[in-house]
């Protein structure tokens, strides 16, 4: 086990486990525990790990726990099939679209994920996003968690006032959703003025002022979505909009 995990820690869809429940590594080490050290690749644990991803991903959704028979029960009779190398990834997948597919409203699921304020799902935004441009999902050392609209800060007075949101616990709600959060490499909310999301379009992450140069995908296709615009603005219309995608995305990745 010491050495498979030292194979595979390092890769990016481990790195993207890890944000979940960390029970989720006892299933894909009895997967992997199926073949030699030398025959793992990236690709194979990546191939496994997406399937347990979705499970967990919808455990990060709902208000019931790992203990439920949902999860727990399902996934301990999911582990004899797990560790026997006569069952095809191809049958542990059906089973798990199944299982999936039966206790779960997709609806009712996408709603969830349009409601969530946690940062998990973030992380595999940015993956999902990866995915689709065929790019690489790679962590940095140094990352942020990066609200678009700032959730505090400089001036925060004047944007919760400019999105026209008077309650502060609504301004939190609406600031924590999918669609207002990305990944960046520097935090930048404290160097920015009233101006905030045009400094944000149009200076660089090096100078921990904006988001051009940042090699995260959802960072960049921001940029491009605005950086042409004379005035470039961000609303909850933005944001709202951006979570109601981004959530669709994520129902598409667990109800594949």
Not at 9 to 29: A, R, T
Not at 34 to 45: K, N, P, Q
Request: glycine share 2%; net charge negative.
């Amino acid at each position: 086990i010491a050495k498979i995990w030292y194979e595979i820690k390092d890769y990016s869809i481990i790195e993207l486990c890890s944000k979940f429940n960390e029970n989720i590594n006892l299933y894909l080490i009895s997967y992997l525990f199926r073949f030699e050290v030398d025959e793992i690749s990236e690709s194979l644990v990546t191939e496994f790990a997406e399937n347990l991803l979705r499970l967990f991903t919808i455990l990060e959704l709902v208000d019931i726990g790992y203990s439920s028979s949902k999860f727990k029960t399902f996934l301990f009779g999911l582990n004899i099939k797990l560790v026997d190398k006569n069952v095809s990834l191809s049958v542990i997948k059906d089973e798990i679209n199944r299982h999936i597919n039966k206790e779960w409203d997709k609806k009712e699921i996408e709603i969830a994920a349009k409601n969530y304020y946690k940062n998990p799902l973030v992380f595999l935004n940015e993956y999902i996003a990866c995915k689709e441009s065929n790019q690489k999902f790679i962590l940095p050392e140094k990352y942020e968690m990066e609200h678009i609209m700032p959730r505090s800060g400089k001036n925060i007075d004047q944007i919760r006032e400019d999105a026209g949101i008077a309650d502060k616990e609504e301004f939190l709600e609406i600031v924590n959703k999918l669609g207002n959060k990305i990944l960046l490499e520097e935090d930048i909310n404290r160097s920015i003025g009233n101006s905030w999301f045009r400094s944000k379009i149009q200076n660089s992450v090096k100078e921990k002022k904006g988001y051009k140069d940042s090699i995260f995908v959802l960072a960049k296709q921001i940029l491009k979505e605005f950086d042409n615009q004379a005035n470039p603005i961000w609303t909850v219309q933005d944001i709202e909009k951006r979570t109601n995608a981004e959530a669709k995305k994520i129902i598409d990745f667990i109800f594949e």
